[in-house]
């Protein structure tokens, strides 16, 4: 018995010294609760998206890479903030990031309306030239003088149109309809009013049950908000538009973010900037992904506007670039013009 006891207890040296030799990869469980970072990450669209997976992939690699020290925690789905909320829970410093439509910061910093304007954009990559350069570094100023931080300009894509009433096919096939529009945004309440339309502003989480209870007949959204929060289970047609550049803005507290050690920040920029890259091709396949499975799923009856189509709800938007010239400002109309 006592040499069993002895073979045992040769084992439990000689195992502990091969696990203590071994090298340790981040262990989680070895930091000390006082020295973690926590970042609560909100926002209101499903992980399902590219603003969904774009925050989980940014909370996992800033984990692995910080060893566990940093650990940014998500909330999708407004489980914590809804829309009209997420930027007070910012400044009061009650979340750290947050990742807003461009629209829905229309009322605070009005410039940020331009992303609103219909057509504003013929691409995806003209909507990037836009944001990394002039228009985003005016923007991303005007935003830091109010102890905010732009972190970075995620893409979901171009929205189209959706309603349970009728094909949309021109401007008149609008009218006396009454469509969701995203909160704060003047030039889009403005967009379905020069269509003879209504517009109201409601939280993105409000809309599914707004479009099944017959509250609104329609809203405009990109294909993977579509599919993720099953709008096209209650609405009839669909119009493929493009006409309108959903982006984000990705958000932080700057004081907070300035009291962060520098080694910290640097590794949490690098990891943004990474995640923005990898955000913008995510979104695109994502888009195209979930717009063939609305089409499979035979739900929505799918038009795909035509050119000349096109060019008449165009010609109706045009004055809307004058109308808001003096809200957005005559230099980065100008700016996006010379896009
Ligand atoms: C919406 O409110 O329709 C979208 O902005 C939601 C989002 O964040 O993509």
């Not at 990037?128 to 931080?149: F, P, S, V, Y």
Request: glycine share 6%; hydrophobic share 40%; proline share 4%.
């Amino acid at each position: 018995m006592r040499r069993l006891w002895f073979c045992c207890l040769i084992i439990l040296v000689a195992s502990t010294a091969v696990a203590g030799c071994a090298k340790r990869g981040p262990d989680r469980e070895q930091v000390n609760p006082g020295e973690k970072i926590v970042l609560k990450f909100s926002h209101v669209v499903a992980e399902d998206t590219p603003k969904g997976q774009a925050a989980l992939r940014f909370a996992r690699l800033v984990a692995e890479r910080t060893g566990g020290r940093v650990e940014v925690q998500v909330f999708p789905d407004s489980v914590l903030y809804k829309d009209g909320e997420e930027l007070t829970a910012l400044e009061e410093n009650k979340v750290q990031l947050i990742a807003p439509a461009n629209s829905k910061l229309g009322e605070i910093f009005p410039e940020l309306q331009i992303f609103d304007l219909p057509y504003a954009f013929a691409s995806v990559e003209q909507a990037h030239r836009a944001l990394d350069g002039e228009i985003g570094k005016k923007i991303a100023a005007t935003i830091g003088k109010k102890n905010l931080l732009v972190l970075a300009y995620w893409d979901n894509g171009f929205k189209q149109m959706t309603n349970s009433r009728r094909p949309l096919i021109y401007p008149a096939d609008f009218y006396g309809l009454t469509f969701r529009v995203m909160m704060n945004s003047n030039v889009l309440e403005e967009q379905f009013r020069s269509f003879g339309a209504k517009a109201v502003q409601l939280p993105f989480n409000e809309v599914y049950k707004a479009l099944a209870s017959g509250m609104l007949d329609g809203q405009e959204n990109t294909a993977s908000n579509i599919k993720s929060k099953k709008f096209h289970e209650v609405q009839r047609y669909l119009t493929i538009s493009n006409h309108g550049f959903l982006g984000y803005v990705v958000l932080t507290n700057e004081k907070f973010w300035h009291s962060l050690p520098e080694d910290t920040r640097k590794i949490l920029e690098e990891t943004m900037a990474e995640v923005t890259a990898w955000e913008r091709k995510e979104a695109q396949e994502l888009n195209e992904r979930d717009l063939a499975e609305i089409k499979a799923s035979g739900k929505v009856k799918i038009h795909v506007q035509t050119e000349e189509e096109r060019q008449v709800w165009k010609k109706v938007w045009e004055p809307l670039y004058d109308q808001f010239m003096p809200v957005i400002g005559p230099d980065l109309i100008e700016a996006l013009r010379a896009l």
